[in-house]
């Protein structure tokens, strides 16, 4: 029996692209640093998130602008919504930016799947993410993990199944739950979550662990293909 009968993907940071208007704020040393790490976009995240919606005929919506100029996985108002390269707007450049750059996307993901729940599917969305595998000192030890709420039955079923399908597909893969983040913090699943039913909307951010899309391209083309294969336990 399968867990889902609709898919959407998405990938909230997908680029490192800053809009000319914007150049200017990144022009310093530490403001490029920052755009061409992590910081700035999730490297392979883009990659992963075409091979799921190309196997599986999914819709793909991808946020093609440098978190760092504005964060599209972070709610209106959150304190990181702007980095602090772009926390010096003005209020009237802010709402400029919210407007061209964060709404558009968020807004186009949740119309897509409230289509779909419209005409009577159970969707899942996949927000594909990446991570960093180092952070303030301290290694990462997960290499794939979805993100979800352990307080909704079907996404942890769902998810239960995916991990399971993972480890199958491959024994050495480090597969978490909720690692190295947690699945029900402020993000765009949370948020839709929050706005369509709980009954025909499962939400699940994808972390894979940097190492992969920064290391050997064999390694790494299999285990996009691991985790695309994985997927046909969940979707129908």
Aim: net charge positive; hydrophobic share 40%; charged share 25%.
């Amino acid at each position: 029996m399968r867990h889902a009968d609709a898919l959407v993907v998405t990938c909230e940071h997908a680029s490192r692209g800053v809009p000319a208007p914007y150049r200017a704020m990144f022009a310093g040393v530490t403001a490029r640093a920052a755009l061409v790490s992590h910081r700035g976009w999730d490297p392979g995240a883009l990659a992963l998130a075409r091979d799921i919606a190309h196997a599986h005929r999914a819709p793909l919506l991808a946020h093609t602008v440098t978190r760092l100029l504005v964060e599209p996985n972070r709610s209106a108002g959150h304190r990181h919504l702007f980095s602090e390269f772009s926390r010096g707007l003005s209020r009237t450049e802010k709402e400029r930016v919210l407007a061209r750059y964060y709404a558009p996307h968020r807004e186009r993901v949740e119309a897509t799947v409230a289509r779909r729940i419209a005409r009577g599917r159970r969707v899942l969305h996949i927000a594909v993410h990446t991570f960093t595998p180092v952070i303030d000192g301290a290694r990462r030890r997960v290499d794939v993990a979805p993100l979800f709420d352990p307080r909704c039955r079907w996404e942890r079923a769902l998810c239960e199944t995916w991990i399971e399908a993972l480890r199958n597909a491959d024994p050495a893969l480090r597969v978490r739950r909720n690692s190295p983040y947690r699945g029900w913090g402020d993000g765009l699943t949370t948020y839709l979550r929050g706005r369509l039913p709980r009954s025909r909307y499962a939400g699940v951010e994808l972390e894979v662990n940097q190492n992969f899309p920064l290391g050997s391209p064999v390694r790494w083309r299999r285990l996009r293909r691991t985790i695309v294969d994985s997927l046909h336990e969940l979707v129908g």
